[in-house]
């Protein structure tokens, strides 16, 4: 890659496409793969990304909301699409748009089949949430019986999943847990298929969910985080390459005098002669405040140079008194030697957080190795 000229998201393309066939080579030939490219493809493109998830042959993508499938239906992206957390304000345009909700409450499947049975449909594609523990979305077990009677009602909606999240599937110490909510699962899909009398598509699995636990994979497993590069322990993050390297430049070098502060607030006191270097890129790409004060760096030259004083909006400041460099040189915020899941950990985030918060106003540049 040519070095920065200004602050840019790269995407390697490759590593995307290594990511995914890792984590197939964990999945037997029949289970399917839901690509889950929700928050702009987890910061990096969610049109471009999808993209070549489909060219690669994920048989599903997954959003969070409407809006991100409608942007997928607008690149003509044609495969489908599984809605997460859908709002009934947005169901008509799900419809029109061929989404696939997510249903996870009497009250949103009464009001699904309500704007789907006004718009004529016949066995809509729906996926149906089911909480085992997790306790943020999802039908109970004893919403079953309800389930049915409204399915034996109509014909509006076909159950084209069924499926439900894990709550700690990164966490060998929550083992006992997680199969505790896979046992659950189990019981809840063969009371609702029995009640029902078809099969639809079973699906637990987020990416360490497909990698701890190869007996739950079922008929499809949803990988987001994985496909971006991470594998949420040190072992399995070997395995994977993050496809994203957020760089900047250096705009202005000062040598300031001991005593001389810097930034907002005079955050920083310089404790000797200091060479700092002003870059690019502040808390409204991302770089949460949290980082200031020496707690975040960045790489120059292949050298650490920790953020000084308080991040500002557009811009942090780095003292670079030990690296040898000039103004315009290249500046790695995160990539894949000194990596978002470091940086993030540093103000006890994850990866999650710091590569979906990367701002829009950043230019993507994509490239394949
Ligand atoms: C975001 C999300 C996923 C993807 O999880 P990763 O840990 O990124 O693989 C899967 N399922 C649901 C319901 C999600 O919200």
Not at 167 to 171: G, I, M, N, Q, T
Not at 214 to 219: G, I, L, Q, R, Y
């Given at each position: 890659m040519p070095k920065a000229k200004e602050t840019i998201l790269e995407i390697n393309l490759t590593s995307l496409e290594e990511n995914y066939h890792y984590l197939k080579s964990?999945?037997?030939?029949e289970t399917k793969f839901m690509g889950v490219v929700k928050a702009f493809g987890y910061g990096s493109d969610s049109v471009e990304i999808a993209k070549n998830l489909v060219e690669l042959g994920v048989n599903y993508l997954a959003v969070a909301y409407v809006k991100e499938g409608v942007v997928l239906r607008d690149a003509g992206i044609e495969t489908p699409i599984l809605v997460l957390h859908p709002q009934p304000a947005n169901f008509s345009t799900l419809i029109d748009r061929c989404l696939e909700p997510s249903l996870y409450s009497p009250n949103v499947f009464k009001q699904f089949i309500n704007v789907a049975s006004e718009k004529n449909q016949v066995n809509y594609p729906v996926h149906l949430k089911f909480n085992t523990?997790?306790?943020?979305?999802g039908f109970w077990e004893n919403d079953v019986d309800f389930i049915e009677l409204k399915l034996k009602e109509s014909n509006t909606i076909k159950v084209a999943s069924i499926f439900s999240h894990l709550?700690?599937?990164?966490?060998k110490n929550e083992k006992d847990f997680t199969i505790s909510q896979i046992h659950n699962f189990k019981i809840l899909t063969a009371s609702l298929i029995n009640k029902i009398g078809y099969s639809p598509l079973l699906h637990i699995c987020n990416t360490s969910g497909i990698l701890n636990y190869?007996?739950?994979?079922?008929?499809m497993v949803r990988s987001g985080i994985g496909l971006y590069g991470?594998?949420?322990s040190e072992v399995e993050n070997k395995?994977?390459?993050?496809i994203a390297t957020l760089k900047s430049i250096i705009s202005q070098i000062h040598q300031i005098e001991k005593g001389e502060s810097v930034g907002y607030n005079r955050a920083y006191i310089s404790s000797s002669f200091q060479n700092t270097a002003t870059i690019p890129i502040g808390h409204a790409d991302g770089?949460?405040?949290?980082?200031?004060n020496g707690i975040g760096w960045v790489t120059i030259q292949g050298r650490k140079a920790p953020i000084i004083g308080n991040v500002c909006m557009d811009m942090i400041m780095v003292n670079i008194t030990e690296i040898d460099c000039k103004e315009g040189d290249e500046v790695i915020?995160?990539?894949?030697?000194?990596?978002a899941e470091k940086l993030s950990a540093s103000i006890h985030s994850i990866s999650y957080e710091l590569i979906t918060?990367?701002?829009?106003r950043i230019k993507r540049v994509f490239h394949r190795n």
């Open positions: 964990k999945l037997s030939e523990g997790l306790n943020r979305l709550a700690a599937s990164e966490d190869p007996e739950a994979h079922f008929d991470f594998g949420n395995n994977f390459q993050p770089i949460s405040r949290a980082y200031g915020i995160f990539g894949a030697l000194s990596t918060s990367v701002s829009q």
